[in-house]
């Protein structure tokens, strides 16, 4: 094939060819950007909680006096587990996904905020929170009955707790946390183990990097940790199990209000909580598609307009001995050339839109191998569109020539 | 003349129907996108209170320790019950309000009705005259009543016509944890967008239900809702002494002046209060009003703004897609132009003509654009956020459509338009 002639019909249809090369550069830094964009989202909801989600839903009750907290828990823990199919219900201050119960900024230093750790989620589990979650321990010891200590403000005084290992490596980089101190004012922990992963109950307000930094407090039921219960089943038996444990809470406390909106599964308030991001990735493929779309068809337009206008020169060419597959393959080419040229400059394009979308969002540096995806996608993109015109091109008839328009 | 190019356009347009669908479907989706995320990131950035935002203000001062202190920090967001309660009763603005937000539980005398939790704001007796409240019926309850913890009580009218049937009842009883309040006004309809004056019970989350003093909800110790940011001895059962913030404190200032007066009032209770040892730090205070507030907190999610940013790129892409078929579109017509220009027309009336030509497709694109951005607006209504729901296009927009419709096209026609023009008479008439 030879490009020479091809860049020389090019050179007399100068901004139509710019044009197009104009569109392909555009679309691949739009593309790359919002590919881009939609992985980050995508890893983002995939975010590892830690616990058994599909096993585990939660139940929550409110509209109590704390002198009734004990009572309370009685009876539901007693009421909630009579239900057929209940594997275990426990008393819990918040899973992930849910509300937030219990928030703090935990140090170094006893009684100051100086030498601090950082805001981390306490989940406060009473005997057999810990089991029920299916929690993976990596190092050191599972919370035995007597590590279970009543809370006075919002998490007991001294307690041996669980860190997870985010958690760990951000407090303690490079040492082992076992039989480590920190504080929350004036509580005092001491790090009995470490877990795999456990999800804050609010992953996304803390930053990427504190997506896991949790203390699993063992805690006796009572106080301020009541009304919040954590029920366990069968993941195909969940949501009966569930739904007949919401009906019984009216039988087993009347005087208590079921918080409708915070007793779901965990897997029903994982997708609540990323459904705005769910959305997002929607939308962003959305436009991607609608994008190569237009893309295409403008290249389809240009292409059939170029066909048309040349016709003569096409049945010239078919008359002194070119091939369909000549002329189908000088359209081809042409259409790989354009698009070549907008892709290099789309690759530019592309970096100043991540550049531009890292100073005003919390986006990474575009990864290199973006760009020779965007690459393939839009050559591909541009011969699938010019085949059509291309077809129509080489089945214009030698006998053209002869006519006068 | 118009007439006639608008004919010619209409002609031309209808000769090609595939070319034309092209563009005006590149110009419709292209436009609908935009006019979509614009529409939501306008209902979003709005002003909550026209008209009034700008005299109102919210004072900010540092009553921390020197824990962590560093110098280029921002003083809290909120006030204590000690300082709130000196600002107040300090009355140094024409109107100001203190308030928090919370839940109460409402036991409604109608036995057909469950008890259920209802959304309150505490605030004081300011609070209805400086924000503009409108009343439906009665009024709001006034500084005595504040001061004695009155049992009174304000309701929306939504929770009106839930408990009420929409009658007036002020002068009634409603029992609220337990306790009988005199209800002594309905509001009419009112949702200021963003919710500004507390964003910590949500940026865009409705109006509440129930209004009671301030005074009377912290001796009954309703529950408390937003954020508690403490230091030192931090929290403990009694709000009132607690080195916590936890409350909001609004400002009416009619002039610059008068706002001036107030930092420089603000400015001397911190020193003054660093003098007698309860304030640690140098004195740090703000007064933003509410547009300045609402940046502060950056209360447009930025998903909101790379939307318009990822609808604009799209509109960029249409719209070059657009100049590309316009520019085949004109060409393709060198022979007609090549005979009117033979036939004395003057470049200026061609580039007349095709740019009549591009405004008509501008205008259809435009209709489809906004029957695009209807359908977007729908689908937005749709989601889960808490905004969802005001996402509807106004006169303003719905003109700004067709504009930008309009304007984007011409533009796009100009470089096929001034190249067609280019277009030597002879060169064409010979070759045909």
């Known amino acids: 094939m030879q490009i020479r002639p091809i860049l020389a019909a090019l050179r007399r249809h100068r901004l139509a060819t710019l044009l197009i090369a104009m569109e392909v ?55 909630l587990r009579s239900i057929p199919g209940m594997q275990s219900v426990t008393v819990i201050n918040q899973v992930p996904f849910g509300p937030q119960a219990g928030a703090a900024g935990v140090s170094h230093d006893p009684g100051s905020f100086k030498n601090t750790i950082g805001v981390v989620d306490f989940v406060l589990g009473g005997p057999g929170t810990y089991e029920a979650l299916g929690l993976k321990l990596v190092e050191g010891r599972l919370p035995q009955a007597d590590d279970y ?35 929350c004012d004036k509580l005092h922990f001491r790090v009995m183990g470490v877990v795999d992963h456990l999800a804050r109950a609010h992953p996304h307000d ?66 609540d909580y990323f459904k705005s991001d769910r959305i997002m990735i929607d939308l962003l493929i959305g436009v991607i598609v609608t994008m190569l779309g237009v893309t295409a068809l403008g290249i389809v337009g240009l292409a059939s307009f170029w066909v048309q206008q040349r016709r003569r020169q096409i049945g010239i060419r078919r008359a002194i001995g070119a091939t369909r597959t000549d002329i189908l393959r000088y359209f081809q080419t042409e259409n790989f050339l354009i698009v070549t040229g907008g892709i290099v400059l789309g690759m530019a394009l592309a970096y100043a839109l991540n550049l531009l979308l890292m100073q005003h969002y919390e986006l990474p540096r575009l990864p290199v191998y973006y760009l020779p995806i965007g690459a393939l996608v839009l050559w591909g993109l541009g011969q699938l569109a010019v085949l059509g015109p291309a077809l129509r091109a080489a089945a214009v008839p030698p006998v053209v020539a002869t006519r006068s328009v | ?111 057909a009705i469950d008890p259920f939790f209802e959304d309150a704001r505490y605030t004081s007796a300011d609070f209805f005259p400086m924000f503009d409240v409108p009343f439906l019926f009665g009024h709001g309850w006034n500084a005595a009543d504040d001061g004695a913890s009155a049992h009174v009580v304000v309701l929306s ?24 309040f005199r209800i002594v006004g309905v509001l009419d309809s009112w949702r200021p967008t963003p919710h500004f004056y507390d964003l910590y019970t949500g940026s865009y989350s409705s109006e509440e239900g129930v209004f009671v003093p301030l005074t009377t909800a912290t001796d009954m110790k309703f529950t408390h809702n937003g954020s508690n940011d403490c230091w030192g001895k931090g929290q403990s059962d009694n709000m009132k002494t607690a080195t916590c913030t936890w409350l909001q404190l609004w400002v009416q200032l009619d002039t610059p002046a008068e706002a001036a007066a107030y930092r420089k009032f603000l400015l001397n209770y911190s020193s003054e209060q660093k003098a007698l040892g ?17 940046d502060y907190n950056k209360v447009v999610p930025s998903d909101v703004h790379l939307q318009v940013w990822l609808a604009f790129g799209f509109l960029l892409v249409c719209l070059v897609n657009t100049v590309g078929l316009m520019l085949a579109k004109f060409l393709r017509r060198s022979g007609e132009l090549g005979i009117r220009r033979a036939l004395g027309a003057s470049r200026r009336s061609l580039f007349a003509q095709l740019l009549t030509e591009a405004g008509v497709v501008g205008l259809v694109g435009g209709s489809g654009g906004l029957l695009l951005a209807l359908l977007g607006l729908w689908l937005v209504r749709r989601q889960p956020s808490d905004y ?37 008479p002879a060169l064409q008439l010979k070759s045909n």
């Open chain 2, 157 to 180: 009218r939504k929770l009106n016509d839930k408990l009420f049937g929409g009658k007036d009842s002020t002068g009634q009883m409603l029992r609220v944890d337990d306790m009988a």
């Open chain 2, 388 to 424: 969802a729901a005001l996402a509807y296009l106004d006169l303003p927009m719905l003109l700004a459509t067709f504009a930008a419709a309009v304007v984007a096209t011409l533009l796009a026609g100009l470089l096929p338009a001034w190249r067609a023009c280019l277009i030597p």
């Open chain 2, 278 to 294: 309860r304030f640690q730090r140098p004195p740090n205070v703000r007064l933003p009003d509410v547009m300045g507030w609402l």
């Open chain 2, 1 to 111: 003349m118009f007439a006639y190019y608008l004919d010619l356009a209409l002609r031309s347009l209808r000769r090609n129907k595939a070319l034309t669908a092209l563009m005006v479907l590149a110009i419709a989706l292209g436009i609908g996108a935009s006019m979509t995320t614009l529409t939501v990131l306008h209902v979003l950035s709005g002003d909550p209170l026209p008209g009034r935002s700008g005299s109102l203000y919210y004072p900010q001062m540092d009553p921390r320790d020197m824990d962590g202190y560093k110098p280029q920090d921002d003083p809290p967001e909120q006030v204590t019950w000690i300082d709130g309660m000196a600002l107040l009763h300090a009355k140094r603005a024409r109107y100001q309000a203190l308030m928090t937000g919370g839940a109460v539980p409402i036991q409604p005398a109608n036995s």
């Open chain 1, 206 to 271: 803390w930053g990427t990097q504190a997506t896991e930094w949790t203390v699993f407090t063992p805690t006796l039921p009572g106080g301020s940790l009541a009304g919040t219960y954590l029920l366990r089943a069968n993941p195909h038996d969940l949501p009966r199990v569930l739904h007949e444990a919401r009906d019984a809470v009216a039988k087993i406390a009347p005087h208590v209000v079921l918080d409708q909106e915070n007793s779901q599964t965990i897997g029903d308030l994982r997708a």
């Open chain 1, 25 to 79: 550069a555009l679309a691949c830094a739009v593309l790359c950007n919002a590919c881009f964009l939609v992985v980050q989202r995508w890893k983002l909801i995939q975010i590892h909680s830690g616990v058994d989600e599909s096993a585990l839903a939660v139940l929550t009750v409110n509209g109590f006096d704390p002198s009734q907290a004990a009572d309370v828990n009685a009876r539901m823990l007693t009421g």
């Open chain 1, 149 to 183: 200590r009543p809370a006075t403000n919002f998490a007991p005084p001294d307690a041996q707790v669980l860190v997870s290992r985010a958690l760990a490596d951000h407090a303690w980089p490079g040492e082992s946390p076992l039989g480590k101190d920190f504080w």
